[in-house]
Every structure is written in structure tokens, then in C-alpha cells.
């Protein structure tokens, strides 16, 4: 019966020390805006992510979808990691196009009808603009991430990225209307790092 004990009680360590071995960090904090008369709010779309110096391959991303809907693109802006398919359905009963001149990640889907979906995928991370070329008020914004490690900050400024794979990153925060905050860092296994980032006009 000891003998059993022993085993039963190895074989929990083991598995205990392999799920700690592969726990995986993350990043929190909170991004504020250092620019007087300047609020969160104003700084328009604020995406944080983390792009690897030197850390494994992240995970396939998910689909995105951005719907064409009563005229408009829902929603306005999106997040869409590198590669990852962003379909774009047709809700209306009017023709539509999507495409956008943001280079590298320009594209054309051509028109298309209700019920028909489109689907484009991006190479390069930034923000990507894009239009109806029927409507001219139709527009949107996506912005591509270098993987699926990002956050938007909530109304209060505050993030966080879970799922990290221990590795180094530059952690990174695109805001669309003030300059892009970096900052380098090593991140090992399980650990939460907490950074809080503020936010200033060039020169700031």
C-alpha cells in the first residue's frame, strides 16, 4: 500500500511541476493620457499587444468579422491579428465593396450582394482604413496586431493580456491619435507583470 502511496503521490508532483512548467504569464496595468485637456476617451482607438523578440510561435487566430449593416461597417473598428481570415457579410439588401489604400495591407474584395461574405487576411501589423466605394460615408478601421496577445483598454484605461507564452516581447500601446508607447520586456513562466502606461503627445 506504500509502495501504491508513493506512486500516486510522485506522479501528483510531476504533474503539478509540468502545469507549472507550462503556465503561461500575462500582462495588466492601466493607460492614461499625460496630454492636458486630453482625455482617455479623446485619444480615439487604443489597442496594447505584444510583439516577440524572442519567444514560441502564438496560436492560430481565431475569425474576425466586420458586418455591413444598415450602411454602416459594425463595428467601426476591430482588432485583427496577423493572418487571421476577417470575414465581411453583406447584410444589406444594397451592393457593397470593402477595400482600403492602407499599404502594405491594401486590398479590394469588389462588389458583392446581400447575404454574400468576403474574406481578407493581413501580412503586416498597423492600422488598416477602409471604404465603401459605393457609400461614401462607410468607413471603418482595423487594426492589425503581430498575433492574438492584445487588449483594448476598458473605459477606465484599464488591459490585460493573458495567455503569454514566457519569452521577451516588446510591449507596445497604438493609440490613434497619439504616439506609439514601447517598452521591452521578459516575461517568465506564470508570472503577472503589472505596467501601467501614459500616454504623450510627441515631444511630451
Given at each position: 500500500?506504500?509502495?501504491?502511496?508513493?506512486?500516486?503521490?510522485?506522479?501528483?508532483?510531476?504533474?503539478?511541476?509540468?502545469?507549472?512548467?507550462?503556465?503561461p504569464a500575462s500582462v495588466s496595468g492601466r493607460v492614461s493620457v499625460g496630454v492636458a485637456g486630453l482625455e482617455l476617451a479623446d485619444a480615439g482607438p487604443i489597442v496594447v499587444y505584444l510583439e516577440a523578440v524572442a519567444a514560441p510561435a502564438p496560436r492560430p487566430a481565431p475569425e474576425v468579422e466586420i458586418r455591413?449593416?444598415?450602411?454602416?461597417?459594425?463595428?467601426?473598428?476591430?482588432?485583427?491579428?496577423?493572418?487571421?481570415?476577417?470575414?465581411?457579410?453583406?447584410?444589406?439588401?444594397?451592393?457593397?465593396?470593402?477595400?482600403?489604400?492602407?499599404?502594405?495591407?491594401?486590398?479590394?474584395?469588389?462588389?458583392?450582394?446581400?447575404?454574400?461574405?468576403?474574406?481578407?487576411?493581413?501580412?503586416?501589423?498597423?492600422?488598416?482604413?477602409?471604404?465603401?466605394?459605393?457609400?461614401?460615408?462607410?468607413?471603418?478601421?482595423?487594426?492589425?496586431?503581430?498575433?492574438?496577445?492584445?487588449?483594448?483598454?476598458?473605459?477606465?484605461?484599464?488591459?490585460?493580456?493573458?495567455?503569454?507564452?514566457?519569452?521577451?516581447?516588446?510591449?507596445?500601446?497604438?493609440?490613434?491619435?497619439?504616439?506609439?508607447?514601447?517598452?521591452?520586456?521578459?516575461?517568465?513562466?506564470?508570472?503577472?507583470?503589472?505596467?501601467?502606461?501614459?500616454?504623450?503627445?510627441?515631444?511630451?
Amino acid at each position: 500500500m506504500w509502495r501504491l502511496a508513493v506512486f500516486v503521490a510522485s506522479a501528483w508532483l510531476c504533474a503539478t511541476a509540468g502545469a507549472r512548467a507550462e503556465a503561461p504569464a500575462s500582462v495588466s496595468g492601466r493607460v492614461s493620457v499625460g496630454v492636458a485637456g486630453l482625455e482617455l476617451a479623446d485619444a480615439g482607438p487604443i489597442v496594447v499587444y505584444l510583439e516577440a523578440v524572442a519567444a514560441p510561435a502564438p496560436r492560430p487566430a481565431p475569425e474576425v468579422e466586420i458586418r455591413q449593416h444598415l450602411a454602416r461597417f459594425e463595428p467601426a473598428f476591430t482588432v485583427a491579428p496577423v493572418g487571421a481570415p476577417v470575414r465581411m457579410p453583406n447584410e444589406d439588401t444594397i451592393f457593397h465593396n470593402v477595400f482600403s489604400y492602407s499599404k502594405p495591407n491594401d486590398f479590394d474584395l469588389g462588389m458583392y450582394g446581400a447575404g454574400e461574405a468576403r474574406t481578407v487576411r493581413f501580412s503586416q501589423p498597423g492600422p488598416v482604413r477602409i471604404y465603401c466605394s459605393i457609400h461614401e460615408r462607410m468607413n471603418g478601421l482595423i487594426f492589425v496586431t503581430p498575433s492574438s496577445l492584445y487588449a483594448t483598454p476598458a473605459q477606465g484605461g484599464a488591459y490585460r493580456i493573458a495567455g503569454v507564452p514566457p519569452g521577451r516581447y516588446r510591449l507596445r500601446v497604438w493609440s490613434e491619435r497619439l504616439p506609439v508607447w514601447t517598452r521591452e520586456l521578459e516575461l517568465s513562466v506564470g508570472e503577472g507583470a503589472s505596467i501601467d502606461v501614459r500616454l504623450l503627445a510627441l515631444g511630451g
